[in-house]
Each structure stands twice: as structure tokens, then as C-alpha cells.
């Protein structure tokens, strides 16, 4: 595996851009209105839900008609100074030298206007009114009060989830071009998993598909827990309410949160959740215990020792309560400043391998910590040892690679755990939290 397949088969014509045809004709119509040298707007929006093709339309029309792409990612946008150094002097530079064609791409549009940046989105706006160069841009949802100005400036463009059909279609020409052989029931599950969205069906393609020739409904098992969005609210509900470690445990799959963020939604919460003085006072005593053992894997590097922290915190809580709340009791959100504090290194750690996939994906970082991540991450805690080439592909260091292998590996057993019907006996789970006492 030298590459991701959704950068593999990224559209290299609007032609290979599927779905959603009349949203592609009115970009297309539009760039040609730049051509004649008469364009209808100066910049356009394409909105829509994720891994639809409105990225992929904008490279590929670049691509197929030989324009240069001056990208912007909303991240870059700290300020005016910023902005216009990058995307000022390329509009203009453009218009002086005029040889080479240039499109200006702001992918992620969205991300400014939530990021209170007012700056950056003044700026744009006047960009906007001097460019002579297309300016395309790229948003989630566009309906940020913020970016009414700029919806005004542009054409906007509205793409849609792509129908299963469509996705169904596009993946069977991946299988054909990988030489792996998928049935159609699978394709038709994967396409039902993605709800349209044909990045994550594709992802989900390779995650279970590659280095197989063969492909079979069994093999759909290992994303039965990768949920799309698995909220920690979720999570922390299975785990307090989890009657065995190994259910508690599995509710950390799919969800991407590190073991230390999860451990201080689960520390904070464990007093208004577990209301019998004795049993939270046993809660708090396990939950030291798991601390000192991420305190210990932080420290020297010891990831193997996560496979004692994580039934600690999440299963070694669930079964000493035993009376459970009255009533539903809220979880709470903790204090931001101490998941900042407690928790930089780790957040480094993904930060530094979002950024990496960002740059090479045409996404934001956040978009890439969010929803790549999880899937490198479990694509290369799977590599083949000798040959790492995704790692290197991303350019990931050693390090890196550890983290990723730490967090997203051993997705197998999680899966067997929630699969796991029958409870165990309270008197044996003890047993296996209690190894630190
Ligand atoms: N309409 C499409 N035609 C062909 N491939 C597609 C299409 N949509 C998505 N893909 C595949 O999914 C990947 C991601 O698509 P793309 O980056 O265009 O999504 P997007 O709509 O920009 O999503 P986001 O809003 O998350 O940025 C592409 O690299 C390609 O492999
Ligand atoms: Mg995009």
C-alpha cells in the first residue's frame, strides 16, 4: 500500500467527478465565463456535505485545463498580513504576468468564520472584488451569519450526499483497478455505511479490503465498531454503564479521542454518576491507579502498558458501581484548561499528524484530526512491518508511527469484547482490575 486510494482515485478530469451533474455544469459554465474574459461572479462557493467531490471538482478542472492552484487553507488565515501576502499578490501576479492560468482555492471557508476571524474574512472580501482570477471556495455549511457578505460575492453552488448507486459504482471501479474481488453485498453495505459520503466509503473500502484478493461480508466486521461519529457522550454512557470490563472497554472503540482525554471526561464525571460515597471512593482509588500508569506510558514511551490503563479507567469504574444514579444524570464537559494543560503532548503528538495529512489531503487540519486520522491510523497500525510505505508517504516519524499503532491498534479484540454478549461474573472482572493492588 504505497497510497490512500481517496487521493489514489481523486478525479483527474471533471469527467471522473460522479454525482450531483448540475451542480458540476454550473461550476464548469462558470470557469468558462472567466475564459471569455466575462464572469458571472468573481468567486464561487461550493457547499455541501463531506467527501461529496466539491474539493476534487475544483483540482480537477485545475488539472484537466491547466490552471495553477494558489491554495489556501483557513488555517493559514491568522490575519490580513497573511491573507493578502498569499492570496493578494497571487491575484494580482497573475494579472501582470498572465501566461500562466491561476485559480485561487479557499478550501474550508467555513472554518474561518468559526473562528471568529474577522479578519481574515474582510480581507477575503476584498480580495474578492480585485481579483482577476477565479476564486473558489469550499464550505461545510455556508449559512455562518459571517460569511453572508461573502455568499453575496459568489455563485454558490450546492452539492448533495451522493446516492448509493453512485457510490456503489465508483467503488466497483476501485475494486477492478486493485484487482480485489468484493461482492456485491458488500459494496452495497459500505455504501450504505458512508450515507453518501464517498470519501469514508472508500476509506472504509481500504480498511478492510487491502492486501486481500478477496473480500467477504465477514471482513465488514472490523468497521462494526468504527462508528462514524461516536460521541464521548456515548462512550462514557457505555462505560458507567457497562456491566463487564470488556464491554466498558470496547466503548472506546471507534472514537477518536486519546486514552488521556478520555480519562479526564471519565474522572470528571465519575462523581455525579456514581452516587454511593463507598463505590466512588473505589472509583477514584482505580482511576489513580490508571493515572499513574498513563503518567508512567507519557513518560518513558511505554505504550504497551496502555492495555492496563484502558480497562482501568473504563471498565475498573463500571463494575464498582453498583447503584446506579437516580434517574438520568447529565454528563459534563470538563474544564477546558485542564485537558490543555494535562494533555499537551498527546495533542502535539495529533496535531503534528494532522498537519501531515492535511498537507498531503487537501483538508484542514482539523478536518484531518477529525476524519482521516482515525483511519491512517488504523490503515498503519495493520502495515506490514518491513515496509511502512503509508507511514512514509506521510512522512511520519517513528514516533509517530508508535502513537498511531498505540491508538488505533488492537481494534480485533475491542470488537470481539462488544460482541460479547454474556456478562461475566462480577467476582472474576475484579480480578483483572485489580492487578495494580
Ligand atoms: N464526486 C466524486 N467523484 C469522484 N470521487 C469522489 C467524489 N467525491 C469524493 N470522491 C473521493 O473522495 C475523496 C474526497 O473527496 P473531496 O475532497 O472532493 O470531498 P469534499 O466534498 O471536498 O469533502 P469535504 O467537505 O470534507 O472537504 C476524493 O479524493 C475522491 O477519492
Ligand atoms: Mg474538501
Given at each position: 500500500m504505497t497510497q490512500l486510494w481517496t487521493e489514489r482515485y481523486r478525479p483527474k478530469k471533471v469527467g471522473e467527478v460522479v454525482g450531483n451533474p448540475e451542480s458540476v455544469k454550473a461550476f464548469v459554465e462558470w470557469m468558462k465565463s472567466w475564459e471569455i474574459g466575462k464572469p458571472i461572479k468573481k468567486a464561487a462557493l461550493l457547499y455541501g456535505p463531506a467527501g461529496v467531490g466539491k474539493t476534487s471538482l475544483a483540482l480537477a478542472y485545475a488539472k484537466e485545463y491547466g490552471y495553477d492552484i494558489v491554495e489556501v487553507n483557513a488555517?493559514?488565515?491568522?490575519?490580513e498580513e497573511k491573507m493578502k501576502a498569499v492570496v493578494g499578490e497571487s491575484s494580482h501576479y497573475a494579472s501582470l504576468e498572465g501566461s500562466s492560468k491561476k485559480m485561487i482555492l479557499v478550501d474550508e471557508v467555513d472554518g474561518v468564520a468559526g473562528r471568529e476571524d474577522a479578519g481574515g474574512l474582510s480581507a477575503l472580501r476584498k480580495i474578492i472584488n480585485e481579483t482577476r482570477v477565479p476564486i473558489v471556495m469550499v464550505a461545510n455549511n455556508p449559512w455562518d451569519q459571517r460569511l453572508a457578505p461573502i455568499r453575496e460575492q459568489s455563485l454558490m453552488i450546492e452539492f448533495k450526499r451522493l446516492n448509493k448507486t453512485t457510490i456503489i459504482k465508483r467503488l466497483k471501479e476501485i475494486c477492478e483497478k486493485e484487482k480485489i474481488s468484493v461482492s456485491e453485498t458488500v459494496l452495497s453495505k459500505l455504501a450504505e455505511r458512508s450515507e453518501g459520503d464517498l470519501r469514508s466509503a472508500i476509506m472504509d473500502l481500504q480498511a478492510v479490503a487491502a492486501g486481500k484478493p478477496v473480500v467477504t461480508e465477514k471482513d465488514l466486521e472490523v468497521l462494526g465498531?468504527?462508528?462514524?461519529v461516536r460521541e464521548i457522550f456515548e462512550a462514557l454512557r457505555y462505560i458507567f454503564y457497562a456491566k463487564s470490563v470488556r464491554s466498558a472497554r470496547a466503548a472506546l472503540e471507534g472514537l477518536d479521542l486519546d486514552p488521556e482525554t478520555i480519562y479526564t471526561w471519565i474522572l470528571d464525571n465519575a462523581p455525579t454518576q456514581i452516587t454511593e460515597p463507598d463505590e466512588l471512593a473505589e472509583a477514584m482509588n482505580i482511576l489513580a491507579k490508571a493515572d499513574m500508569v498513563l503518567v508512567r506510558i507519557n513518560k518513558l514511551q511505554m505504550w504497551r502498558l496502555m492495555k492496563y490503563a484502558i480497562p482501568l479507567m473504563t471498565g475498573g469504574v463500571s463494575v464498582v458501581r453498583k447503584t446506579p444514579p437516580k434517574g438520568f444524570q447529565k454528563f459534563t464537559f470538563p474544564p477546558k484548561i485542564r485537558l490543555m494543560q494535562q494533555f499537551k503532548t498527546e495533542r502535539e503528538f495529533r496535531q503534528n499528524i494532522s498537519l501531515k495529512i492535511a498537507s498531503k489531503l487537501h483538508l484542514s487540519a482539523y478536518k484531518a484530526n477529525k476524519d482521516v486520522l482515525p483511519y491512517v491510523g488504523f490503515i498503519i497500525a495493520r502495515e506490514d512491518k518491513s515496509r511502512h510505505s503509508l507511514s512514509q508517504y506521510f512522512e511520519f516519524t517513528n514516533e509517530e508511527i508508535e502513537y498511531l499503532k498505540r491508538a488505533y491498534g488492537e481494534v480485533k479484540e475491542g470488537r470481539e469484547a462488544v460482541e460479547e454478549k454474556k456478562e461475566k461474573p462480577v467476582q472474576q472482572k475484579k480480578k483483572k482490575t485489580g492487578f495494580l493492588s
Open positions: 488555517s493559514d488565515w491568522r490575519n465498531v468504527r462508528n462514524r
